[in-house]
């Protein structure tokens, strides 16, 4: 009996997802997803909680570090065994990720080559549209943190910028953009949702850096300054991904802190 032919369905091209092969091109070809994005941010978390052992740079909306504390009893020990098992399984993931050929190290590369773009422009660009729209010169809208007894030393900018970038783009972003979106997409709309959610958290992020002990006083320049920020990152996060918002961020303070402690 004459056997039938074999035939064979050709495979689907599966698209790789962005950091899958650590490249620009491939990069660019999509929206870092949220897991990706999550390994590419936790060496940023590290560096901060390990940071504020030795510093006062302790970010005003990091409740993550202080829910961490208080559960290990205010025991420095303790705290530096949970940290030390949390990058142990860090590693785990990344290993499992690896194999699984899900992720690339390299993906680090184009994230930060994105982030530096976005970090070295955003700043001429809200002074640009604030010059055209808001008519407020470009020198008034400088942070008023505090340079007082020889500015921040490099750690300090570090762990300030760091804890920044991760604990802002978690509360205001992630929360607060895709929070609120989904949130009012019921009674709005998804779009209108979006753009609601959009303004409300770049306010919110804007006023934040005016309210509490460590706030500064109220200037319209700052106020909006940060506005247009909290909108720029709202846009990267939206568009390009967690990491991507988290590293623009992060690297913006850094740029702009060193600057000022020059």
């Keep these: 009996m004459a056997s039938e032919p ?3 369905e050709p495979k689907r091209a599966r698209r790789s997802r962005p950091a899958t092969e650590g490249t620009l ?9 949220p897991l990706t994005s999550a390994v590419l941010v936790f060496p940023l978390f590290v560096l901060y909680q390990i940071g504020i ?6 970010n005003g909306v990091d409740f993550t570090t202080r829910a961490l504390i208080e559960l290990c009893q205010q025991d420095l020990s303790t705290y530096l065994v949970v940290l030390g098992t949390l990058v142990a399984a860090y590693v785990a993931v990344l290993v499992i ?6 992720f690339s190290p390299r993906a680090f590369l184009p994230v930060l080559a994105e982030s530096t773009f976005y970090a070295l422009t955003m700043g001429t660009l809200i002074v640009f549209v604030m010059q055209q729209f808001v008519r407020v010169g470009p020198g008034l809208w400088l942070p008023a943190a505090s340079l007082e007894g020889g500015g921040f030393d490099p750690l300090e900018i570090l762990v300030i910028s760091a804890g920044a970038g991760v604990h802002e783009e978690l509360i205001f972003r992630v929360i607060g953009v895709s929070g609120l979106a989904w949130l009012f997409a019921g009674v709005t ?9 959009l303004v409300v ?3 919110v992020f804007s006023l934040a850096h005016h309210i509490g002990p460590a706030g500064e006083p109220f200037a319209f320049a700052a106020f909006t300054y940060r506005l247009l920020a909290g909108v ?12 991507v918002a988290v590293y623009t961020h992060f ?8 600057s000022m402690a020059l």
């Design 53 to 58: 052992v030795t510093s006062s740079g302790q």
């Design 189 to 197: 709309g998804e779009q209108r949702a979006w753009i609601v959610a």
């Design 201 to 203: 958290s770049s306010i």
């Design 6 to 8: 074999e035939t064979t």
């Design 232 to 243: 720029f990152f709202a846009l990267v996060y939206q568009v390009r991904g967690f990491a």
């Design 25 to 33: 091109a491939n990069h660019l070809s999509g929206r870092v997803d």
């Design 97 to 102: 990720l690896r194999q699984r050929e899900s």
């Design 251 to 258: 690297l913006y303070d850094v740029y702009v802190l060193s």
